[in-house]
């Protein structure tokens, strides 16, 4: 019976003291909250902030420490090994990434450079995300909420929900945005910025060249208006033509060395018919047997 009683008092402590911790740790994250606040009030009203504008700051914040309750994720993160940090974002975010046309297909290794230089992004209702008329920068993934593409004169041309992507053309061409996007209410985004695009590029070339050939076939097609075009192949689609094409002249050819043989005796020969096409005709003199009499096969 003794030993019983010390067990559960044992127990009891244990479960006390867990208590406790979490209570401290919750009143450490208000506190830091509150403080955060209230500096936060003091410099809207140093710079004589709108009522407006502040009550729109306060939500962000608001949300933000409820969404988080004092934990950041990047902060939980960043004392792992890279080798670790690279297999969470991987694990957090490849599926948004692998939605992108553009991104498709390509290796692991390219994915996994892009999701770690990822950067978190919250707005709340109505907030302009982009802006017609200003330069792009910045490619978006939307992971909570809806967003509103709307023209420049304010009509409403999509609605997008979590896990659209938007603004990817931003990352090759310099060029302004063509419409806004407003967020319908409170939404949670990752953005892609295009330093951090173009770092990855420069360390996967052969990436960078299906992008940009997919990026060139989208500006052609967005361009051109009501004018049919073909339609775009993913980096996806290209790398399977040419393991498809590679297969056929596998079947048709055999090895690679008799395909290259044999288009070099083609070559050849096209070659020798135009040179025969530029030069007069010379007849071609009979052959002669042993026994015949050259006079006698002319006057023939």
Known sequence: ALIMLICGLITYVSI?????????QID??????????????????????????RHRINRYFHYLHEKNKGIDDATMIEDLP??????VALFLNRNI??????????????ITALVIR?????????????????????MYFLLKGHVQVIDPEGGIIASLPAGSFFGEMALVYNEKRNASVRSSNTCELLVLTRRAFEEVMQQFP?????????ARERYKETNMGQQKVKPMKTPEDMRKERMRRSSIDQMIWGSEEQAEGFESILALQEASKQGSENTAVTPIAPVLQDDEDPVAIGEA
């Not at 006390?16 to 401290?24: A, C, D, E, R």
């Not at 990822?118 to 910045?138: A, F």
Request: proline share 6%; glycine share 4%; charged share 25%.
């Open 206 to 214: 052969d990436e960078a060249t299906v992008i940009t050939q997919y």
């Open 82 to 87: 890279p080798y670790l940090r690279k297999e």
């Open 97 to 110: 990434i692998v939605k992108v046309p553009m991104f498709r297909g390509l290796s692991i290794t390219f």
């Open 16 to 24: 006390v003291g867990n208590l406790v911790s979490l209570i401290n």
């Open 28 to 53: 450490s994250s208000s506190s830091a909250y509150n403080q955060k606040r209230d500096q936060l009030a003091m410099y809207m009203n140093s710079r004589n902030f709108p009522p407006k504008l």
């Open 118 to 138: 990822l950067k978190p992004l919250l707005c709340l209702e109505d907030d302009y995300i982009i802006r017609d008329g200003e330069v792009g920068n910045e």
